[in-house]
């Protein structure tokens, strides 16, 4: 036989009802603060950047780079095509980390 | 593939996950919103604006989980903490003297069914009591974690659920 309390409890478990989310953890989502820890990310990445753009400031022979020759470019062992190469190389490096760097910042 | 609770706030924590915390939220909306409601006595509205604020606390305070007790455990902690500041700032009074004086009062819709009649006599305890009876008996959650959430001896619980149900039994005429 059922006490109150046992009774009580039925009751009480009935009426622990799932309650649907009605857009409620999209409400959570949206006022979530924008930055957590991802700061360090776009951090590290614009500082690679800038290291990177100082040391190809430095390092490549800038002054001293051959005329853009498209006869010679097709020679693999070419200086020009070398040289510029490595040019094209380091500048898609550096724009690719400032475009990734900026998106994580978004 | 499903993922556990730990591996979602290790997510959150490692990268600031929104789609892992959005999956928590979804886990975990349900017993908070209901556990809310009930502590402000059927206002869904100010049961969700707490339970709002409870998740981004639990955004904000996730690297100090430990995981020492279980994250259900800590997340009611914070919710029934929202409850208990709230309830503070609007200057409600939340000592058990004043509202036992409440229960002596007949309740309106008592002659409404038995589920409606529930929902009448829990909001006529006092919030200890409702609290400690809708955590172990509703949600089933140990004495010892009531006690963590409420930050009340065990002691305390086990009298608060004996004192409520005896209020329970009385307002329902059991």
């Known amino acids: ?106 | 593939m499903s993922f556990t609770d730990t591996d979602l706030i290790a997510r959150v924590l490692l990268s600031g996950d929104q789609n892992a915390f959005a999956e928590l939220v979804r886990r975990h909306q349900s017993p908070v919103r209901a556990f809310l409601t009930r502590m402000t006595r059927g206002d869904a509205h100010q049961a969700d604006d707490l339970a709002q604020e409870t998740f981004l606390k639990v955004w904000q305070k996730l690297n100090t989980y430990r995981g020492g007790a279980k994250f259900s455990t800590w997340l009611f902690s914070i919710a029934f903490n929202e409850f208990r500041s709230a309830a503070r700032k609007r200057g409600e009074l939340l000592s058990a003297d004043i509202e036992e004086a409440a229960e002596e009062k007949p309740a309106p819709d008592m002659n409404q069914g038995l589920r409606l009649d529930l929902t009448a006599a829990l909001e006529r305890l006092s919030s200890n009591e409702r609290a400690a009876i809708l955590l172990c008996c509703q949600n089933g959650m140990s004495h010892e974690e009531a006690a963590q959430i409420l930050d009340s001896p065990v002691g305390t619980v086990k009298t608060n659920i004996l004192r409520g149900k005896e209020k329970l039994k009385r307002l329902l005429s059991l």
């Not at chain 1, 059922?2 to 309650?19: K, V, W």
């Not at chain 1, 989310?21 to 006022?31: H, I, L, P």
């Not at chain 1, 070419?78 to 994580?104: D, E, H, N, P």
Request: proline share 6%.
């Open chain 1, 1 to 106: 036989m059922n006490t109150p309390e046992d009774s009580i409890d039925a009751l009480l478990r009935e009426q622990n009802s799932y309650q649907s989310d009605n857009g409620f953890t999209a409400r959570v989502v949206k006022e979530l603060p924008r930055h957590r820890r991802n700061w360090l990310r776009p951090v590290i990445l614009l500082a690679a950047v800038i290291v990177g753009a100082m040391l190809a400031w430095w390092w490549l022979p800038l002054k001293n780079m051959p005329p853009l020759d498209f006869s010679k470019l097709q020679s693999l062992n070419s200086s020009v095509l070398s040289t510029w190469l490595t040019v094209l190389v380091v500048v898609g490096s550096l724009v690719w980390g400032a475009i990734t760097a900026l998106r994580s910042e978004e």
